[in-house]
């Protein structure tokens, strides 16, 4: 009774099964393991074909109208038969979808518009789609006159180059065009949110996941964070099942990625922090087995079974995160939040922006660092972060810049600008450096020059202000702005801030309200800031 195209959807996602198995028993730097990574494409053009039929499936299984006769015999057998055939219908095409889902969630165009290339490519020279053609099989419009003249001779000619209209760098004269891989993605999330049935939450669930992960790889991290925030899954994740978890691991994990590269220091530490935590990053992203499984009070039978499962849900060599790129990200986004409040805090001060996250793991490897009898040089990127913050503590922003940006894990992001990163970055260090520097020594100033904290740290006017202008009205320490005419004309004045002592702040507050107080302090330290 069970239809032929429910039997043929499931072929394919055992295919998907098999081929996902081969790739993880396969050792991932051999020439195999390029070979099998090689079928995925091969697999995904089966999808596209076995996707097109069942839409000409469903093209002539219309849904059936739900006014029956009951008094007609077997009225109502036919239609429940024909209600069940439409549904089957539906919901093999949302699987397909899910199954193209999953196999370009995780590319990035760099490497998708290639592949695209290559099926356009396919078929426009009408190979089929299990020969094996080199990707290196270009065709263009001076090689197909050049074919024409030899006859087209498959002996003698590349077949790409058959043809006098057909070019590979011109998307209308090869037949194809360009591939938008955002857009392709959300045709095919539509597909499974619009035909997957009641009992296929979990496909859904997967399905947007997929989609907040691929939008963040390509840098939309405002759609990404945005569609995450509306599926509210932050407090479903607890019930889902350990495959969905990953998914949800990972796609947190390119959140706080795309974060970091928006300059979105804190949404970063928030997505990462949970990840980065522990010990325990890569069984979280599924990546490698848990070397913690024996447990006592389990029998052999029970590890054996448990460590079976951690391996099946293993995910291949090809899909996996970088987790030092992770860890790193993590350390540069604490370090820049928490330093400000590690030197105020040092000076028994309370800062007003405690509404920013907490790591307690940076702080714990700092003082860890710190602790340490002999410092040697830095041996892995934790490292140079901890060393780093140890300059940006004193602010020292040139010395902070060499460590991070030396770091080997950048060049995995050569496909994105790095160096635009790295501009947003350095601002950022030379803003948290200048704000580290006048918690820890202002007291040392009567008065601070706006031109000397410019050539400090190579910040305009603009931006020096703006930090002031925020810690004095944020408290951080009482200061006031004042004319000074140092010999410069009347319309180049140069600005100063003042400090200003807390007490006498507040004795002359008074005092303008003519309220007499009468004040006995050290004269050692008057307050917290003297």
């Given at each position: 009774?069970?239809?032929?195209?429910?039997?043929?959807?499931?072929?394919?996602?055992?295919?998907?099964?098999?081929?996902?198995?081969?790739?993880?028993?396969?050792?991932?730097?051999?020439?195999?393991?390029?070979?099998?990574?090689?079928?995925?494409?091969?697999?995904?053009?089966?999808?596209?074909?076995?996707?097109?039929?069942?839409?000409?499936?469903?093209?002539?299984?219309?849904?059936?109208?739900?006014?029956?006769?009951?008094?007609?015999?077997?009225?109502?057998?036919?239609?429940?038969?024909?209600?069940?055939?439409?549904?089957?219908?539906?919901?093999?095409?949302?699987?397909?979808?899910?199954?193209?889902?999953?196999?370009?969630?995780?590319?990035?165009?760099?490497?998708?518009?290639?592949?695209?290339?290559?099926?356009?490519?396919?078929?426009?020279?009408?190979?089929?789609?299990?020969?094996?053609?080199?990707?290196?099989?270009?065709?263009?419009?001076?090689?197909?006159?050049?074919?024409?003249?030899?006859?087209?001779?498959?002996?003698?000619?590349?077949?790409?180059?058959?043809?006098?209209?057909?070019?590979?760098?011109?998307?209308?004269?090869?037949?194809?065009?360009?591939?938008?891989?955002?857009?392709?993605?959300?045709?095919?999330?539509?597909?499974?949110?619009?035909?997957?049935?009641?009992?296929?939450?979990?496909?859904?669930?997967?399905?947007?996941?997929?989609?907040?992960?691929?939008?963040?790889?390509?840098?939309?991290?405002?759609?990404?964070?945005?569609?995450?925030?509306?599926?509210?899954?932050?407090d479903q994740a607890d019930d889902w099942d350990i495959e969905t978890?990953?998914?949800?691991?990972?796609?947190?994990?390119?959140?706080?990625?795309?974060?970091?590269?928006?300059?979105?220091?804190?949404?970063?530490?928030?997505?990462?922090a949970d990840l980065c935590s522990g010990s325990k990053i890569n069984?979280?992203?599924?990546?490698?087995?848990?070397?913690?499984?024996?447990?006592?009070?389990?029998?052999?039978?029970?590890?054996?079974?448990?460590?079976?499962?951690?391996?099946?849900?293993?995910?291949?060599?090809?899909?996996?995160?970088?987790?030092?790129?992770?860890?790193?990200?993590?350390?540069?986004?604490?370090?820049?939040?928490?330093?400000?409040?590690?030197?105020?805090?040092?000076?028994?001060?309370?800062?007003?922006?405690?509404?920013?996250?907490?790591?307690?793991?940076?702080?714990?490897?700092?003082?860890?660092?710190?602790?340490?009898?002999?410092?040697?040089?830095?041996?892995?990127?934790?490292?140079?972060?901890?060393?780093?913050?140890?300059?940006?503590?004193?602010?020292?922003?040139?010395?902070?810049?060499?460590?991070?940006?030396?770091?080997?894990?950048?060049?995995?992001?050569?496909?994105?600008?790095?160096?635009?990163?790295h501009a947003r970055l350095l601002h950022r260090m030379k803003e948290?450096?200048?704000?580290?520097?006048?918690?820890?020594?202002?007291?040392?100033?009567?008065?601070?020059?706006?031109?000397?904290?410019?050539?400090?740290?190579?910040?305009?006017?603009?931006?020096?202000?703006?930090?002031?202008?925020?810690?004095?009205?944020?408290?951080?320490?009482?200061?006031?702005?004042?004319?000074?005419?140092?010999?410069?004309?009347?319309?180049?004045?140069?600005?100063?801030?003042?400090?200003?002592?807390?007490?006498?702040?507040?004795?002359?507050?008074?005092?303008?309200?003519?309220?007499?107080?009468?004040?006995?302090?050290?004269?050692?330290?008057?307050?917290?800031?003297?």
């Amino acid at each position: 009774d069970q239809p032929r195209s429910r039997g043929l959807g499931d072929v394919y996602k055992r295919q998907q099964q098999d081929l996902t198995k081969a790739l993880k028993l396969a050792n991932n730097r051999s020439e195999e393991y390029m070979e099998r990574v090689a079928d995925e494409t091969l697999l995904y053009q089966l999808f596209l074909e076995v996707h097109k039929y069942f839409e000409r499936e469903a093209a002539v299984t219309p849904k059936p109208s739900p006014d029956v006769d009951v008094t007609v015999d077997g009225a109502l057998k036919v239609y429940e038969r024909a209600q069940q055939a439409y549904q089957d219908v539906q919901e093999n095409i949302a699987e397909i979808a899910h199954l193209q889902v999953e196999h370009i969630y995780y590319l990035h165009d760099t490497a998708a518009k290639p592949l695209h290339a290559l099926r356009v490519l396919q078929g426009r020279a009408g190979w089929s789609v299990l020969d094996n053609i080199h990707a290196g099989a270009r065709g263009s419009a001076a090689r197909g006159t050049a074919a024409a003249a030899h006859g087209n001779d498959p002996s003698l000619v590349n077949p790409a180059a058959m043809g006098t209209s057909f070019d590979e760098n011109d998307p209308t004269t090869s037949g194809g065009v360009e591939l938008d891989s955002i857009a392709e993605m959300r045709r095919l999330c539509k597909i499974v949110y619009d035909h997957s049935g009641t009992s296929s939450a979990r496909m859904r669930v997967r399905a947007v996941l997929h989609q907040i992960y691929h939008l963040a790889l390509h840098d939309k991290y405002s759609e990404a964070k945005m569609l995450l925030l509306m599926s509210r899954f932050q407090d479903q994740a607890d019930d889902w099942d350990i495959e969905t978890q990953v998914v949800f691991n990972r796609t947190m994990a390119q959140l706080g990625l795309a974060a970091l590269r928006s300059d979105r220091l804190t949404d970063a530490l928030r997505c990462l922090a949970d990840l980065c935590s522990g010990s325990k990053i890569n069984e979280l992203l599924a990546q490698r087995v848990s070397r913690f499984w024996n447990d006592k009070n389990s029998t052999k039978e029970e590890q054996a079974a448990r460590e079976l499962k951690e391996r099946q849900r293993l995910l291949p060599f090809h899909r996996h995160l970088n987790t030092d790129l992770m860890e790193a990200c993590h350390n540069i986004s604490a370090m820049l939040i928490e330093i400000p409040n590690l030197v105020a805090e040092a000076n028994h001060q309370n800062l007003a922006n405690s509404y920013e996250p907490s790591s307690k793991i940076f702080r714990r490897s700092l003082n860890n660092y710190e602790l340490q009898v002999f410092e040697g040089p830095p041996e892995n990127n934790r490292e140079r972060v901890m060393l780093a913050a140890q300059h940006l503590s004193r602010g020292d922003w040139r010395t902070c810049r060499d460590l991070v940006f030396t770091l080997k894990c950048w060049t995995l992001w050569a496909h994105y600008d790095v160096e635009a990163i790295h501009a947003r970055l350095l601002h950022r260090m030379k803003e948290v450096a200048l704000r580290t520097y006048l918690l820890k020594f202002h007291t040392h100033y009567a008065s601070l020059g706006v031109q000397a904290l410019c050539a400090m740290f190579e910040l305009p006017v603009a931006a020096i202000r703006a930090v002031l202008n925020r810690m004095v009205i944020a408290k951080e320490f009482v200061g006031s702005w004042q004319d000074v005419l140092d010999g410069t004309p009347a319309d180049q004045q140069v600005r100063h801030v003042a400090y200003v002592c807390c007490v006498r702040a507040c004795v002359r507050v008074l005092c303008c309200l003519r309220v007499r107080v009468r004040v006995s302090v050290s004269v050692s330290s008057c307050c917290c800031c003297c």
